[in-house]
């Protein structure tokens, strides 16, 4: 049981990679002198927003794959979608790529994050249940301050989505 809540919480990283990445990069997105792409005030709040929308979508499709496929199965469908959407991000030749791929990653987070928190309850012993689920959340805030380490250094958005991603 502590095993596989372990191993699970691991893709809880990338949760909160997903949530933190908007806050760290959005600086280098809007700076009027980088030669990489460059965000309007709108494009703006629909980069912080798009995976939001994603993952209010995920939430009401994901009881699908999970009832059919079970929770294990719909993790691991979605861990490698995730992968993809990082490195498409880091790739990006424009910004409405980003912003499609941020609504999609908010799809994955929303698969990731309910196929997760399913799994380790229902294998976990009830005795230990509540400490085994509080990892999941443990690892997600550690995500969030992964990229928010990532976005204080030196490396561009594309590197920070490139790290995020394999953090995955």
């Excluded at 009027?32 to 629909?46: C, K, N, P, V, Y």
């Excluded at 939001?52 to 994901?62: D, Q, Y």
């Excluded at 469908?77 to 912003?99: D, E, K």
């Excluded at 997600?140 to 990229?147: D, K, P």
């Amino acid at each position: 049981q502590l095993m596989a809540t372990v191993v699970v919480a691991l893709t809880q990283l990338e949760v909160g990679a997903t949530i933190g990445f908007a806050g760290v990069t959005l600086p280098q997105l809007t700076d009027q002198s980088s030669d990489d792409l460059h965000f309007s005030t709108l494009e703006s709040a629909l980069f912080g927003s798009m995976m939001f929308v994603g993952a209010l979508l995920g939430s009401l499709t994901v009881s699908v794959p999970m009832v059919r496929l079970g929770q294990r199965v719909t993790l691991l469908f979605s861990l490698p979608i995730s992968l993809a959407s990082w490195i498409i991000l880091a790739t990006a030749p424009t910004n409405w790529v980003v912003l499609l791929v941020r609504f999609f990653q908010g799809i994955t987070m929303s698969f990731i994050t309910s196929s997760s928190s399913t799994y380790v309850a229902e294998l976990s012993h009830s005795s230990i249940r509540g400490r085994l689920m509080s990892t999941l959340d443990l690892s997600r805030q550690m995500g969030i301050l992964v990229a928010y380490a990532l976005g204080s250094s030196n490396l561009t958005w594309r590197k920070v989505a490139l790290t995020c991603g394999f953090v995955n």
